[in-house]
């Protein structure tokens, strides 16, 4: 179950970083709602899978899959760069979560 939580917490990590992003400074209600509403519910997901799992494996990874959501998300739907070296680099931060899983099972 705890690996559930941390999975639905950095998934609704990706959720509030795109909605902070979409609300321009807070000046947009509902995208601010979005991005408020998402961050409490992930930060909370986050807190109850703190109860059994190791705090620096479960930060690293809800950071790790929040990171690389929004960064594929920024290339698919902003335009952001999709450069080589960039695709290698969050191809290290999937490897680093995924080791971290294993290790820590």
């Known amino acids: 179950m705890p690996w559930i939580l941390l999975l639905g917490a950095s998934l609704l990590e990706i959720v509030w970083a795109m909605s902070l992003n979409a609300s321009q400074g807070f000046s947009r209600i509902w995208p601010?709602?979005?991005?408020v509403?998402?961050?409490?519910?992930?930060?909370?997901?986050?807190?109850?899978?703190?109860?059994?799992?190791?705090?620096?494996t479960a930060y690293a990874i809800w950071v790790g899959v929040g990171t690389v959501g929004?960064?594929?998300?920024?290339?698919a739907t902003l335009g952001e760069s999709q450069s080589p070296l960039?695709?290698?680099?969050l191809s290290l931060i999937v490897v680093g979560v995924a080791g971290l899983k294993i290790v820590d099972g």
């Open 32 to 35: 601010s709602l979005v991005a």
């Open 37 to 56: 509403i998402a961050a409490s519910a992930s930060f909370y997901m986050l807190s109850l899978a703190l109860k059994d799992l190791p705090i620096g």
């Open 70 to 75: 929004v960064a594929l998300l920024g290339m």
């Open 86 to 89: 960039r695709l290698l680099c």
